[in-house]
C-alpha cells in the first residue's frame, strides 16, 4: 500500500471543518516526507526487514490539538490583558478628568472667596470713610453751630443787663433776673446748635400774642403751638403735642441749658406745658389766656426740666 495513500478516519467528524484540514494537510506533509526520503535511498538498499510505525493521524489530531488549544489559551489571555490594560487606561483617564474638574472648582470657589473678600473689604473701607466724612462734616456743623449760639448767647445777655428793671417786673422780684443774667452769662460758652438764633428769633417775635387752646398762629398760640412753629421756622419737624416734644431729643440739667432748648412743665413723657430757653436765664411761650405769649426769667415758673434737639 502506498505511503501516500489516502487513510481513512474513524473518528468523529470535528466541530469545526477548518481545524479537519488543517489536521489533514500536516498529516499529509509528514507522510509525504517519510515517501520522499524513502525513494530517494540507494537502489541496493537492503529490503526492509522491519516496518516501522508510523504516527497515526489520532496521536497527530491530539498534539494539534494541545498545541491549537494552548494557541487559543494565549489568545484568551493576551485579549483578557489588553483588557484590563483598557480598562485600567480608561479608569486613569477619568480619575484625571475628575481631577481636572475638581482643581478647576476649587479654584473657582477660591477666586470667588477672594472677589467676596475683597467686596468687603471695599465695603468696609467705603463706611469707614463715609463715617469720617460725616464726622467732619458734623464737626464742622458743630463748630458753625457753636460759634453761632455763642454770639446769640452773648447778645441775649447784653440785652438782659440793659432791660433788667423790666424783667423784674414781670417775675415779680429784680433778684430773680439777676440770677439769669449770671446763668446767661456762664452758658454763654456752651452752645448746640445755630439754627437755635432762628428758633428764638421766631419765639421772640410772637411775644405779645395771645393764647388760645390748639392755637398754631400765625397770631394766636398755645404752648406746643408756639413751639412747633419755632422749630419749624428752623426746618425741625417736631410733634404737635407737649408730652411728645418734651420726649424727643436729649434731656439735659437746667443749670446747663442752651438757646433752643425745649423746657417742660411735668414729667418729660407726660408733660402739660413746654417752652423755648432764649438764653439770658429767660424763656419764651405761650403761657395761659391772661397774659398770651410772654418771655419769662425761669424764677417765674421754674421747669421740671429741659431737652435739647438741636
Not at 467676596?116 to 468696609?124: C, F, T
Request: aromatic share 4%.
Amino acid at each position: 500500500m502506498s505511503h501516500t495513500a489516502h487513510i481513512p478516519s474513524h473518528r468523529k467528524p470535528r466541530r469545526s471543518a477548518s481545524k479537519l484540514a488543517l489536521r489533514a494537510g500536516v498529516a499529509g506533509g509528514v507522510l509525504g516526507t517519510i515517501a520522499v526520503a524513502g525513494a530517494a535511498g540507494p537502489a541496493s538498499a537492503e529490503p526492509v526487514t522491519e516496518t516501522i510505525e508510523m504516527p497515526t493521524l489520532g496521536s497527530l489530531g491530539t498534539d494539534l490539538s494541545s498545541a491549537v488549544a494552548a494557541s487559543a489559551e494565549a489568545s484568551q489571555q493576551e485579549a483578557l490583558d489588553q483588557s484590563l490594560e483598557a480598562q485600567e487606561a480608561a479608569a486613569l483617564e477619568k480619575a484625571a478628568k475628575e481631577a481636572k474638574k475638581a482643581k478647576a472648582e476649587a479654584e473657582r470657589k477660591a477666586e470667588a472667596e477672594r472677589a467676596e473678600k475683597a467686596r468687603q473689604e471695599a465695603e468696609a473701607k467705603a463706611e469707614a470713610e463715609r463715617a469720617a466724612a460725616e464726622a467732619r462734616a458734623e464737626a464742622q456743623a458743630r463748630a458753625a453751630r457753636d460759634s453761632a449760639r455763642t454770639q446769640l448767647a452773648t447778645t441775649s445777655a447784653s440785652s438782659d443787663s440793659g432791660s433788667g428793671s423790666d424783667a423784674g417786673s414781670d417775675s415779680g422780684s429784680g433778684s430773680s433776673d439777676d440770677g439769669g443774667s449770671s446763668a446767661g452769662s456762664s452758658e454763654s460758652t456752651q452752645v448746640s446748635s445755630g439754627t437755635a438764633a432762628s428758633i428764638v428769633a421766631f419765639a421772640r417775635a410772637q411775644v405779645g400774642d395771645a393764647y388760645v387752646t390748639g392755637g398754631t398762629g400765625p397770631n394766636s398760640w398755645d404752648c406746643s403751638g408756639l413751639v412747633q412753629a419755632a422749630y419749624a421756622a428752623a426746618g425741625i419737624d417736631l410733634p404737635r403735642i407737649s408730652y411728645q416734644q418734651s420726649s424727643m431729643g436729649t434731656s439735659v440739667s437746667l443749670s446747663n441749658l442752651q438757646p433752643g432748648d425745649v423746657l417742660y412743665w411735668g414729667s418729660r413723657s407726660g408733660s402739660y406745658h413746654v417752652a423755648i430757653y432764649v438764653g439770658g436765664g429767660k424763656y419764651v411761650g405761650a403761657q395761659n389766656s391772661s397774659t398770651g405769649v410772654v418771655e419769662r426769667s425761669l424764677d417765674w415758673d421754674p421747669p421740671s426740666g429741659a431737652v435739647r434737639i438741636l
